[in-house]
């Protein structure tokens, strides 16, 4: 059974940080894509941040350029995201995913998703 785990999440204050992780099991995903999204109540999931199977590439929604780094660890079969400078309007559930897209911005694209975990940055 393929299972994505997200952990990391909870209530920080304004310009604090986190850290998510992403483990993987059930397969390898050290040849896929693995990315982050995050949903807030009332939207529509939005991409945050990708990043390529070598670790040599990663992509980053405007919003949280500068601030957040993704990172990855294949003998882990893990992702990370680390969130600095947190605003409130980064409070939502965020979910990683993985797959082997071109289109790493795009939800539809990834075959495998995380049950959540929820960040909340209070002001």
């Known amino acids: 059974q393929v299972q994505l785990v997200e952990s990391g999440g909870g209530l920080v204050q304004t310009g604090g940080s986190l850290r998510l992780s992403c483990a993987a099991s059930?397969?390898?995903?050290?040849?896929?894509?693995r990315a982050w999204f995050r949903q807030a109540p009332g939207k529509e999931r939005e991409f945050v941040s990708a990043?390529?199977?070598?670790?040599?590439?990663?992509y980053y929604a405007d919003s949280v350029k500068g601030r957040f780094t993704i990172s990855r660890d294949n003998a882990k079969n893990t992702v990370y995201l680390q969130m600095n400078s947190l605003k409130p309007e980064d409070t939502a559930v965020y979910y990683c995913?993985?797959?082997?897209?071109?289109?790493?911005?795009?939800?539809?694209?990834?075959?495998?998703w995380g049950q959540g975990t929820q960040v909340t940055v209070s002001s």
């Open positions: 995913a993985a797959g082997t897209t071109a289109t790493p911005k795009l939800p539809y694209s990834y075959n495998y």
């Open positions: 990043i390529n199977w070598s670790g040599t590439i990663t």
């Open positions: 059930g397969r390898t995903f050290s040849s896929y894509l």
